[in-house]
C-alpha cells in the first residue's frame, strides 16, 4: 500500500504529526509511506524512521517570484514528482485550501481515496473549503490534541484503532558533534517565540538558571532571529552559567533539543521536538492553551501553566526536582 501524508508546516505542527507514521506501519508493515512538506523541514521528517520519501514544496519561497521562469520550473517539477507515484490513501491533515489542493495534485490508484478533516479544533485555522478535494472528511472532536488529530484522521480511513501511546520514530540527526556541544551535561532554555505573549519573564528564568548553578551545567540559548540574539545575550548577562549559541541550522537545533539533560521552554516547535524524544522537559504555558499542544506521552515531560496562567517560578523549581531527582 502507497500512502502520501501532506503536511507542511510549521514546525510543531509537523513534529505532532509523525506518530500517525508510527501508526500506519503497525497497522500495515509493508505500507510505504511519503510526506509532502516545505523545504525547510526536510531533514527533520527525514528523520523518521517510517517514511519513505520526503516530498519538499517551497510554497512560501514561490509566492513571493511566481513571474520568475524558475520557481514556475520548481513548480512543475514538483507536480511530476507529487504525480510519480500511485497512491492509495492521500492525508491532508492540515486542513487549509493550499494543502488540500496539494493533495488533489496527486495521483491515485483505481479505488484510492483523498482523506482529510471534516471540522476545525478550537483555534485551528482550518479552512472549511478544503473538504471539497476530500474522498472522506473524518470529524474529530472540538479539543483534539493536535497529535492525536492526526492519528485520528488515519485510523478511521484505514480501520485501526488508535490505543497505544504515541511512538515519534526520529532517528537521532546523524551527524558529527559541532563545536559549541557541551562535553558535560547541559541544560537548554527555549525562551525565544514569535509571540511575545507567549514569553517567560525574563527575571523567571534567570531565578531558575541560578537553583541550577549548583549541578554546574552550562546553560545553552539558542535563537532564531536578531531580537531573540539580543534577547538571549540579555538573559546570559545575568545567567554565571549561560552560553549563548551561535544561529544553528535545523538539525544542529534538533540535536541540541535531542541530546539535553534538561529542557526548558515555551511553547515553541523546538520545545516539542524535545519532548517528541522525551528528553526531561519541562513546556510551559501562558498565551496558548495547553490540551492542544501538551507533551502528554512520557513521565519525562512536565506541562505547566495555561492561557491566561503563565507558570511561577516556584512551580518550575518543583518540577526541575521531579525529573532530575
Not at 288 to 296: A, C, D, L
Amino acid at each position: 500500500m502507497n500512502i502520501l501524508i501532506v503536511r507542511v508546516s510549521s514546525l510543531g505542527d509537523v513534529v505532532h504529526n509523525m506518530p500517525m507514521v508510527a501508526d500506519i506501519r503497525r497497522a500495515f508493515p509493508d505500507a510505504h509511506i511519503d510526506w509532502v512538506v516545505e523545504e525547510a523541514y526536510v531533514s527533520l521528517v527525514a528523520l523518521n524512521r517510517g517514511v519513505r520519501h520526503v516530498i519538499p514544496m517551497a510554497l512560501r519561497r514561490w509566492r513571493k517570484s511566481l513571474h520568475k521562469a524558475a520557481t514556475r520550473a520548481e513548480m512543475r517539477a514538483f507536480r511530476q514528482r507529487l504525480r510519480a507515484e500511485a497512491y492509495d490513501f492521500v492525508f491532508d491533515t492540515q486542513g487549509l485550501f493550499k494543502t488540500a489542493a496539494t493533495m488533489r495534485l496527486a495521483r491515485l490508484r483505481e479505488g484510492g481515496k483523498r482523506v482529510g478533516l471534516a471540522n476545525a479544533t478550537e483555534g485551528s485555522g482550518y479552512e472549511p473549503v478544503s473538504r471539497i478535494f476530500h474522498d472522506l472528511s473524518v470529524p474529530v472532536g472540538l479539543h483534539t490534541h493536535a497529535v492525536l488529530r492526526a492519528r485520528t484522521v488515519a485510523a478511521k480511513a484505514l480501520g485501526y484503532t488508535v490505543d497505544t501511546a504515541p511512538d515519534f520514530d526520529l532517528r537521532p540527526p546523524a551527524q558529527t558533534d559541532p563545536a559549541w556541544m557541551p562535553a558535560t551535561p547541559y541544560a537548554v532554555f527555549f525562551h525565544a517565540t514569535a509571540r511575545a505573549a507567549k514569553q517567560w519573564p525574563v527575571g523567571h528564568w534567570l531565578q531558575i538558571a541560578r537553583s541550577l548553578r549548583e549541578r554546574g551545567w552550562p546553560i545553552l540559548l539558542p535563537w532564531g532571529s536578531e531580537s531573540e540574539r539580543q534577547a538571549a545575550q540579555q538573559l546570559a548577562s545575568g545567567m554565571e552559567q549561560a552560553v549563548v549559541l551561535p544561529k544553528l541550522p535545523l538539525m544542529e537545533a534538533v540535536m541540541l533539543a535531542q541530546r539535553a539533560a534538561l529542557v526548558i521552554g515555551v511553547d515553541t516547535g523546538l520545545t516539542h521536538i524535545a519532548a517528541a524524544y522525551c528528553r526531561p522537559t519541562i513546556e510551559l504555558y501562558g498565551d496558548s492553551p495547553r490540551w492542544k499542544t501538551e507533551g502528554n506521552w512520557s513521565p519525562n515531560i512536565i506541562n505547566l501553566g495555561d492561557t491566561g496562567a503563565q507558570p511561577d517560578v516556584a512551580a518550575v523549581e518543583a518540577a526541575v526536582h521531579q525529573l532530575l531527582d
